[in-house]
């Protein structure tokens, strides 16, 4: 299998083939919130990436398929009142984001109890079968 994590090369021109938008965002600000676009938009087109290779390409669009929408893979950011810093704000979150779901997840490995669980929990089905045997009815013989 080949390396699937994004190089500073990938990193690089993924960012250069990113669309950005802004916009008038809400949150605090005062007055510059009603004036300036802060809000920053990124969209990033998947399908006609050229940093990507299709094998990182159909692992993203396969596997995390909820959090794209039409091969575009869309970030806002809001968090600072300059535009300036919402761009590389949306910038590094896109980033992660692809790291993220580019790292291949760890199959979990079965385990058997060990011999204190056991005892543990054998003790805990005679104290519930002792608790339950104390509620039954006495009977007359």
């Known amino acids: 299998m080949s390396q699937l994590m994004l190089t500073d090369a990938q990193e690089k021109s993924i960012l250069r083939e990113c669309k950005f938008h802004t916009s008038r965002s ?3 600000g005062g007055q510059n919130v ?9 969209e990033f087109d998947l399908r006609n ?3 990507l290779s299709e094998e990182q390409k159909t692992l ?3 596997k995390h398929s909820g959090l794209i929408d039409d091969s575009f893979i ?4 809001v968090k600072y009142r300059s535009q300036l810093e919402n761009k590389e704000e949306a910038k ?12 291949p997840v760890k199959k979990r490995v079965a385990t058997k109890p060990g011999k204190k669980a ?11 079968s002792e608790k339950k045997s104390l509620r039954r009815k006495i009977s007359d013989f």
């Open 26 to 28: 809400g949150g605090k």
């Open 34 to 42: 009603n004036k300036v676009e802060t809000k920053v938009e990124i």
């Open 49 to 51: 990436s050229l940093a």
């Open 60 to 62: 993203l669009m396969k």
């Open 74 to 77: 869309k970030i806002t950011a």
């Open 92 to 103: 590094k979150k896109l980033i992660q984001l692809i790291n993220r779901l580019l790292k």
């Open 118 to 128: 056991k005892e543990t929990k054998l003790q805990n089905k005679k104290h519930t």
